[in-house]
C-alpha cells in the first residue's frame, strides 16, 4: 500500500529565503506526483505535476525534482514571499487506470515578513 | 470559468439527520471524488465515479452514500452521520486520466460538524 509522507509538518521562514519542502513515498511505481498548495477556505490548487519519466518540472519561482527509485520529491520555492504562506500537499497517482491520488500530509508554511 | 463547487461551505448538524453535499463541475469530466481531510491523516478518498452511473468504494466509504446521475454532478450522501464524520470534505474532478499530465480540480471544501 502507497504511503506518502512530508517532513517537516511545519516550516517558518523570513521573507527572501529558498523553501524545500520534502515528499517521499513507499512505492516507486507511480504515475505520475503532483505538488498542491492548501489556502484555508480555498480548496487545493494545483501547483505542478510531474510525469513518473521526468526528473523535475518548473514553473516561475517555484522547481519540483523526482526521483522514483528513492522515493522522493521536493520542491524548490525561490525567495519566499509572505502571500507563499499556506499549507503544501504532495500527492501521487499509482497508475494510469486510476485517478485517485494517495496524499501526504502536507507542510504548513509560514514566510514572515 | 472552470470550476468545482461544493454546497454548503460550512454545516453544523447533529447526529442521525440526513445530509447532502453537492458537488458540480462544468469541465464535462468524466473522473468526479470525494475526499475528506483529517489531521495527521491527511487527504483520504471516500468514493469516486467514472462517469455517469458508475460509482465505486474509495478507501473510507463507510457511512457514506453517492450516486452519479448527471455528468456535471457528484452529491455526497450521509444516511445517518456520526460524531466521527466531522470532518473538511473535498470534491474533486479530472478527465479520465489518459494523460498522464491531468491534473485533477478541487472544489473550495465543506466544513461539517455533527454534534
Known amino acids: 500500500k502507497q504511503e506518502v509522507t512530508q517532513i517537516p509538518a511545519a516550516l517558518s521562514v523570513p521573507e527572501g529565503e529558498n523553501l524545500v519542502l520534502n515528499c517521499s513515498f513507499t512505492?516507486?511505481?507511480?504515475?505520475?506526483l503532483q505538488w498542491f498548495r492548501q489556502d484555508p477556505g480555498k480548496g487545493l490548487t494545483s501547483l505542478l505535476l510531474i510525469q513518473s519519466s521526468q526528473r523535475e518540472q518548473t514553473s516561475g519561482r517555484l522547481n519540483a525534482s523526482l526521483d522514483k527509485s528513492s522515493g522522493r520529491s521536493t520542491l524548490y520555492i525561490a525567495a519566499s514571499q509572505p502571500g507563499d504562506s499556506a499549507t503544501y500537499l504532495c500527492?501521487?497517482?499509482?497508475?494510469?487506470?486510476?485517478?485517485?491520488?494517495?496524499f501526504g500530509g502536507g507542510t504548513r508554511v509560514l514566510v514572515k515578513p | 470559468e472552470a470550476q468545482v463547487t461544493q454546497n454548503p461551505r460550512y454545516l453544523i448538524t447533529v447526529t442521525g439527520k440526513k445530509l447532502t453535499v453537492t458537488c458540480s463541475q462544468n469541465?464535462?469530466?468524466?473522473?468526479m471524488s470525494w475526499y475528506r481531510q483529517d489531521p495527521g491523516l491527511g487527504l483520504r478518498q471516500i468514493y469516486y465515479?467514472?462517469?455517469?452511473?458508475?460509482?465505486d468504494k474509495g478507501d473510507v466509504p463507510e457511512g457514506y452514500k453517492v450516486s452519479r446521475k448527471e455528468k456535471r454532478n457528484f452529491p455526497l450522501i450521509l444516511e445517518s452521520p456520526s460524531p466521527n464524520q466531522t470532518s473538511l470534505y473535498f470534491c474533486?474532478?479530472?478527465?479520465?486520466?489518459?494523460?498522464?499530465?491531468?491534473?485533477?480540480?478541487f472544489g473550495p471544501g465543506t466544513r461539517l460538524t455533527v454534534l
Open positions: 500527492a501521487v497517482r499509482p497508475h494510469a487506470a486510476g485517478n485517485k491520488l494517495t
Open positions: 512505492d516507486s511505481a507511480i504515475y505520475n
Open positions: 474533486a474532478s479530472s478527465p479520465l486520466g489518459r494523460f498522464s499530465t491531468d491534473t485533477q480540480y
Open positions: 469541465m464535462n469530466h468524466e473522473y
Open positions: 465515479s467514472m462517469n455517469v452511473e458508475v460509482t
